[in-house]
Structures are given as structure tokens and as C-alpha cells.
T-cell receptor, first 115, second 112 residues
């Protein structure tokens, strides 16, 4: 079955702490895409990253980094030196190339960064 | 600019009064979809369309209708809204490869 699990409902940190948001997925497809989206308090969904299943190289973009491990079906997201502006709900999502009828979302992790 | 445009951003309506939320994309995408977001449940798919005149139910289609008469437009219709349809709604479009989804800004609907 296809499923995305974000076990952390809420995380609170103090500014400058590093924080990792976990994402575990299940898929019946051999080729798939994984995504992370940020939803700030204003409500829109902001695209952060896309990873395809053939590319397990970790990615870094500024303070953001992603660790993709097919062996554990995980696609974790780390924010280094968190800032108040990072406060948002973060969603992990899965798209299967053979079953492209939908994007499957996790339930989201609310991150609160306190000054 | 490539985008998905949803209107309205906010809507308060009364039970039973038909409403339509519009969605339009300018990327010539074949695939379009509607999601609703509720606390603790993430985003769930309502309906999707793989091309003009082709629509299908998602996970939570009850109480909703859609149409795809043109490639760029995919309106969401609530014929008789009820309070349990109070939610944040997103329209999305993509190529059929599913390798990149563009979302609208969301419509926050309240049914009283």
C-alpha cells in the first residue's frame, strides 16, 4: 500500500538549534518521487524539494538538507541553525510514476521555532 | 509565470447554498486535482482529472463535483455544502509523469 508517515506531530526548538523532520514511506512502485512542502501560517504550500527514487544522493540547500535512504524507506529533512521564519507545517509527499493519479501526503509536522 | 490560480481565497457560506471554487493553470498540464486539508489528516484527494473530459474520484469525493471541459480549468462544485466541508482546499496540476506538482494558493471555506 502507498503511505507516507510523519510520526512527529509537533516539534518545538529554540532558534539556532538543528532539527530533523522524519518521513517514512511505503510504495508499490519501483520508480517514484518524494517531495517536501512547507506551509507557513499564511496557508500556501511552498515546494522545497523533489527526489526521484534513483537518486539517493543527499542534497543540501543553504540551511536545509535532505537524507534519502531507500534501505529504510526514509526521506528525512534537517534544518540547521533554525530560525523563527522556519516555523511552519512541513509535509512529506510521495508520487508513484505508475500510479500518477495522486500525490500522497503525510499528516505533516508542525515546527515551532522560538526566539 | 507558471501558476495555478484558485478563487476565491476565502469564502464563508451557508449550508445548502451551491458554490463553485475555480481553478485555472497556464502550464498546459494534463493532470489536475483537488485536495482538502484538515487538521491531523494532511491533504486528501477529492477528485482528479488526467485530461479533458476525464475525471475520477479520489479518496473523499462525497459532496463534491468537478468538470474538465477545457484543459486549463478544473472547477470544484459543492452543490449543497454542509459544515463538514469546512476546510482548506487546494488545486494542483502536473504533467502525467507526476514529477512535479504546482499548487494554487488555497481556498479557505467555512460553511455555517
Amino acid at each position: 500500500a502507498q503511505k507516507v508517515t510523519q510520526a512527529q506531530t509537533e516539534i518545538s526548538v529554540v532558534e539556532k538549534e538543528d532539527v530533523t523532520l522524519d518521513c517514512v514511506y511505503e510504495t508499490r512502485d519501483t520508480t517514484y518521487y518524494l517531495f517536501w512542502y512547507k506551509q507557513p501560517p499564511s496557508g500556501e504550500l511552498v515546494f522545497l524539494i523533489r527526489r526521484n527514487s534513483f537518486d539517493e544522493q543527499n542534497e543540501i540547500s543553504g540551511r536545509y538538507s535532505w537524507n534519502f535512504q531507500k534501505s529504510t524507506s526514509s526521506f528525512n529533512f534537517t534544518i540547521t541553525a533554525s530560525q523563527v521564519v522556519d516555523s511552519a507545517v512541513y509535509f512529506c509527499a510521495l508520487s508513484e510514476t505508475r500510479f500518477t493519479d495522486k500525490l500522497i501526503f503525510g499528516t505533516g509536522t508542525r515546527l515551532q521555532v522560538f526566539p | 509565470e507558471a501558476q495555478v490560480t484558485q478563487n476565491p481565497r476565502y469564502l464563508i457560506t451557508v449550508t445548502g447554498k451551491k458554490l463553485t471554487v475555480t481553478c485555472s493553470q497556464n502550464m498546459n498540464h494534463e493532470y489536475m486535482s483537488w485536495y482538502r486539508q484538515d487538521p491531523g489528516l494532511g491533504l486528501r484527494q477529492i477528485y482528479y482529472s488526467m485530461n479533458v473530459e476525464v475525471t475520477d474520484k479520489g479518496d473523499v469525493p462525497e459532496g463534491y463535483k468537478v468538470s474538465r471541459k477545457e484543459k486549463r480549468n478544473f472547477p470544484l462544485i459543492l452543490e449543497s455544502p454542509s459544515p463538514n466541508q469546512t476546510s482548506l482546499y487546494f488545486c494542483a496540476s502536473s504533467t502525467l509523469k507526476g514529477d512535479g506538482y504546482t499548487f494554487g494558493s488555497g481556498t479557505r471555506l467555512t460553511v455555517v
